[in-house]
């Protein structure tokens, strides 16, 4: 089932939204060369506490920590710890959400540590962010949830292929629902399933999260011993990126980005939502 939302749900997922934006601000700054996940981790609480906000990921499942980071050939959930130390050169997923009075926000964007990275993987990133901001601009009603899938595919299959040859775009793992949970109905894939058929139509009210995932190799992916983090098959690096995006009578409003997408969006002809915060 589907969650529609009122207006004044959407407000509070807006809310929540803000809080993920802020833990992306502060995050950004702090993953530099020496840092370790873990004082990633410890700003995202920080943040979270400031805004009186309680975290969608810590104790999700089991899952020990407030943030998901993912460095290098892991694609997601990687685990905040000590040991992992960021080095020049790295990339990061940083991934994580809110909850403001019991509604959810969650989004996830590609860090670059230091500097010097090689000019594949500066595509990858464009690569993914691009294709998911083509699938939020088909959030429009009349559409589809199989559109959406269509739109983030298409967006990769038509870049030119990197020196690796190819972009994977990862099956196991996609976009999902969003609202009084985190994850909820309907799963997004980040590719066309024929067999899945066009899916449910997009309406006033619907809320979701679109995830690609896409690695310079393999779409294939391994989960490691901790039954949390997953890495690609061939040990390829990866880039996710992510926002949750709200579909009103006024048009989408992406919640989790500082200008509701107003800038990004308008590149597509898409008028946003206006702000029920602003």
């Not at 407030?66 to 050169?89: M, W, Y």
Request: aromatic fraction near 6%; charge should be negative; charged fraction near 20%.
């Amino acid at each position: 089932m589907v969650e529609i939302k009122t207006p004044e749900q959407i407000a509070k997922m807006r809310a929540a939204g803000l809080v993920v934006a802020a833990i992306h601000e502060a995050t950004r700054e702090a993953a530099v060369p020496g840092a370790t996940t873990k004082d990633l981790d410890d700003v995202a609480r920080k943040v979270l506490a400031e805004h009186g906000a309680k975290s969608n990921f810590l104790g999700y499942g089991g899952f020990p920590a407030t943030i998901c980071t993912s460095k290098n050939e892991v694609v997601v959930h990687g685990i905040p710890s000590e040991d992992v130390v960021l080095a020049d050169g790295d990339i990061i997923s940083i991934d994580c959400g809110a909850i403001i009075d019991g509604w959810h926000g969650d989004a996830a964007y590609t860090a670059f540590v230091g500097s010097g990275h090689a000019p594949e993987l500066i595509e990858l990133s464009r690569v993914t962010e691009e294709s998911m901001w083509a699938g939020l601009a088909a959030m429009k009603l009349g559409n589809r949830l199989v559109d959406i899938s269509k739109a983030v595919e298409s967006y990769i299959r038509r870049q030119p292929r990197p020196a690796t040859g190819k972009y994977g775009i990862v099956e196991d793992y996609g976009g999902h629902g969003i609202g009084s949970q985190m994850h909820m109905d309907p799963h997004v894939l980040n590719y066309v399933e024929r067999r899945r058929g066009r899916g449910p139509k997009l309406v006033p009210g619907m809320c979701l999260a679109i995830e690609p995932m896409v690695s310079l190799g393999t779409p294939r992916t391994n989960v490691l011993e901790d039954d949390w983090t997953v890495v690609t098959t061939d040990g390829t690096w990866s880039s996710h990126w992510e926002h949750s995006i709200a579909l009103t009578e006024q048009g989408p409003l992406v919640l989790t980005a500082r200008d509701g997408g107003k800038a990004k969006l308008a590149e597509y002809g898409i008028t946003t939502a206006p702000d029920p915060l602003a």
